[in-house]
């Protein structure tokens, strides 16, 4: 079993940027997939952006080109570089590493963008 717990979440400008990272209790198996999500007060969570266990990315269209999600298994952890931050981005970020087909998702991090 493995246990997500995120962290960098904050307050920041407009046009800021800030580093998520998601470190995993136990191990991570370079198979397990993760993802970083979000849920803004009154929607539904949204796949943000994932990395399968080839490296392969995908990212929301509203993100693109503005955050890049990596993953480090040596330090068990992932990470969401988000770059040129507006307050639409502003949400509760979660991360979901699936092993075997089975989800586990962290508490989830808070990150407001305003002025």
């Known amino acids: 079993q493995v246990q997500p717990v995120e962290s960098g979440g904050g307050l920041v400008q407009p046009g800021g940027s800030l580093r998520l990272s998601c470190a995993a209790s136990g191990s991570i198996f370079s198979t397990d997939r993760m993802g970083w999500y979000r849920q803004a007060p009154g929607k539904q969570r949204e796949l943000v952006a994932s990395i399968t266990s080839e490296g392969i990315t995908t990212y929301t269209d509203s993100v693109k080109g503005r955050f890049t999600i990596s993953r480090d298994n040596a330090k068990n952890t992932v990470y969401l570089q988000m770059n040129s931050l507006t307050p639409e981005d502003t949400a509760v970020y979660y991360c979901?590493?699936?092993?075997?087909?089975?989800?586990?998702w962290g508490q989830g991090t808070q990150v407001t963008v305003s002025s």
């Open positions: 979901k590493i699936t092993r075997n087909y089975i989800p586990y």
